[in-house]
């Protein structure tokens, strides 16, 4: 009985940790998900260079750079359309403009908060300068 107890214990214990351990860093936006935290010096080279070029207003290597981001997959805080811009960010040795993206917030040259995405926005990091 004791023993079965020490158990439950110990799985509710390694639960928790598991758990926790994914939002480590993370903060809740207006919707209720998460975003975490990226320091600007750990970008990659390219993702720094588009970030710079975000706060000069250019200019852009892409056409599409600069164009309203939806938040369709609702992983950025809720803002009224048109709030929200995409800008790419170059992948070495991609054809296309690959899966990187920048998502800043707010005035254009003065963004209220930009977000990177690795992966095509299935996921985004707050970019802390």
Do not use: W
């Amino acid at each position: 009985m004791v023993c079965n107890r020490f158990k439950l214990v110990i799985t509710g214990f390694l639960l928790v940790a598991l758990l926790g351990a994914g939002t480590a860093g993370a903060r809740a936006v207006s919707d209720g998900s998460e975003v975490s935290d990226v320091a600007l010096a750990t970008l990659p080279a390219q993702g720094q260079e588009a970030y710079h070029l975000i706060r000069q207003g250019g200019p852009f290597p892409f056409d599409k750079d600069g164009v309203i981001f939806g938040n369709r997959e609702r992983i950025l805080p809720m803002q009224k359309r048109g709030y929200y811009r995409e800008y790419t960010v170059k992948t070495p040795g991609s054809r296309d403009r690959g899966a990187r993206r920048i998502v800043c917030g707010g005035p254009a040259t003065t963004p209220d908060a930009c977000f990177y995405s690795a992966d095509h926005y299935a996921s985004f990091r707050k970019i802390v300068p």
